[in-house]
């Protein structure tokens, strides 16, 4: 009986065909990035909430249209490479096995152990797809949203509270404080306790 490579959390070498064999029925996703697959990590709940306020307002938004939004569980195919992106905004999706190769908008939330890979190796990648027209980082420990826009040369953009955010591939704005809804940082709590002007 042949063993199936196991995963590490520190990434373990392995061929594109093993990591997509193995991922059909390990336990835990992983990423693969480089030639090594690697354990992804549970999200925090504020990871969660931001996660999950962008992904319903994505929604709402493009219902009915042509582009729609995925959770995490959409893969996106990066050459060799696949990744496993927060929200992902595909248009025409027809991709089989929850992969797209073809994403418009990508959103990371970034955290201390995620946030060195998704500011060099990701943005490298991401913004070498032909499809990707914007790549969002939002924090979590405090508010901060950057767009890298490929009509900006990818130039980071970046919006605080009070501010709204314009997401051009789906034609859509939210405010800052839309995407941090319930989010529980230091930045929130004192935004929530200023006075109404």
Same mark, same amino acid.
Not at 81 to 93: L, S
Not at 100 to 126: F, G, H, M, Q
């Given at each position: 009986?042949?063993?199936?490579?196991?995963?590490?959390?520190?990434?373990?070498?392995?061929?594109?065909?093993?990591?997509?064999?193995?991922? /059909?029925?390990?336990?835990?996703?992983?990423?693969?990035?480089?030639?090594?697959?690697?354990?992804?990590?549970?999200?925090?709940?504020?990871?969660?909430?931001?996660?999950?306020?962008?992904?319903?307002?994505?929604?709402?938004?493009?219902?009915?249209?042509?582009?729609?939004?995925?959770?995490?569980?959409?893969?996106?195919?990066?050459?060799?490479? #696949?990744?496993?992106?927060?929200?992902?905004?595909?248009?025409?999706?027809?991709?089989?096995?929850?992969?797209?190769?073809?994403?418009?908008? *990508?959103?990371?939330?970034?955290?201390?152990?995620?946030?060195? *890979?998704?500011?060099?190796?990701?943005?490298?990648?991401?913004?070498?797809?032909?499809?990707?027209?914007?790549?969002?980082?939002?924090?979590?420990?405090?508010?901060?949203?950057? *767009?890298?826009?490929?009509?900006?040369?990818?130039?980071?953009?970046? #919006?605080? /509270?009070?501010?709204?955010?314009?997401?051009?591939?789906?034609?859509?704005? /939210?405010?800052?404080?839309?995407? #941090?809804?319930?989010?529980?940082?230091?930045?929130?709590?004192?935004?929530?306790?200023?006075?109404?002007?």
């Amino acid at each position: 009986m042949a063993l199936q490579p196991k995963f590490e959390a520190a990434g373990i070498s392995m061929t594109e065909p093993d990591y997509l064999k193995a991922e /059909l029925t390990a336990e835990v996703r992983h990423e693969y990035l480089d030639g090594r697959a690697y354990a992804m990590t549970g999200g925090t709940t504020n990871h969660i909430r931001i996660t999950a306020n962008v992904l319903r307002e994505f929604g709402n938004s493009l219902k009915g249209k042509p582009c729609e939004a995925f959770m995490t569980d959409m893969q996106v195919k990066l050459g060799k490479d #696949y990744v496993y992106p927060d929200v992902v905004v595909a248009c025409n999706h027809t991709e089989e096995q929850g992969v797209t190769s073809a994403p418009v908008l *990508i959103v990371e939330v970034l955290s201390k152990s995620t946030r060195a *890979i998704d500011l060099t190796t990701k943005l490298i990648k991401y913004i070498n797809l032909p499809s990707l027209q914007e790549y969002v980082l939002i924090e979590q420990d405090f508010v901060s949203v950057h *767009i890298l826009r490929r009509r900006q040369h990818w130039q980071p953009v970046y #919006y605080f /509270l009070d501010h709204a955010v314009v997401f051009e591939a789906i034609d859509l704005t /939210l405010s800052v404080a839309e995407i #941090y809804d319930r989010v529980d940082n230091e930045d929130m709590q004192t935004f929530k306790l200023a006075p109404l002007t």
